[in-house]
């Protein structure tokens, strides 16, 4: 039984940081991928970054390239999103995700499991 949970959202002023976690459980398979997704109200659900559980291969949305860093510490069971310069079209719910296998991309169809988000607010 996979299970995720999120935290470390927050309200923050533009240009500010904030690094979210997601700690997981239950992740058997041998090769997945951890993803942050958000979804700003009336938008669809956008995928951010994505790691690659076995190798670390990360790959980025181009609106957060140079702002946002996706990593992940396996002693942990934690997957994090370190975000820097802030700004109001980054104000969303964050989820993250996972699914098994190595081909890491940010389409939320693909990943099958999901936490129950947490909410960053830029103003």
């Known amino acids: 039984h996979v299970q995720l949970v999120e935290s470390g959202g927050g309200s923050v002023q533009a240009g500010g940081s904030l690094r979210l976690s997601c700690t997981d459980s239950?992740?058997?398979?041998?090769?997945?991928?951890l993803g942050w997704f958000r979804q700003a109200v009336g938008k669809e659900r956008e995928g951010v970054a994505a790691?690659?559980?076995?190798?670390?291969?990360?790959v980025y949305a181009d609106s957060v390239k140079g702002r946002f860093t996706i990593s992940r510490d396996k002693d942990k069971d934690t997957v994090y999103l370190q975000m820097h310069s802030l700004n109001s079209e980054d104000t969303a719910m964050y989820y993250c995700?996972?699914?098994?296998?190595?081909?890491?991309?940010?389409?939320?169809?693909?990943?099958?499991?999901w936490g129950q988000g947490t909410q960053v607010t830029v103003s």
């Open positions: 239950g992740l058997t398979y041998g090769s997945y991928c």
């Open positions: 995700a996972t699914k098994p296998g190595t081909y890491c991309r940010l389409g939320a169809s693909d990943y099958s499991y």
């Open positions: 790691i690659m559980g076995l190798l670390g291969s990360t």
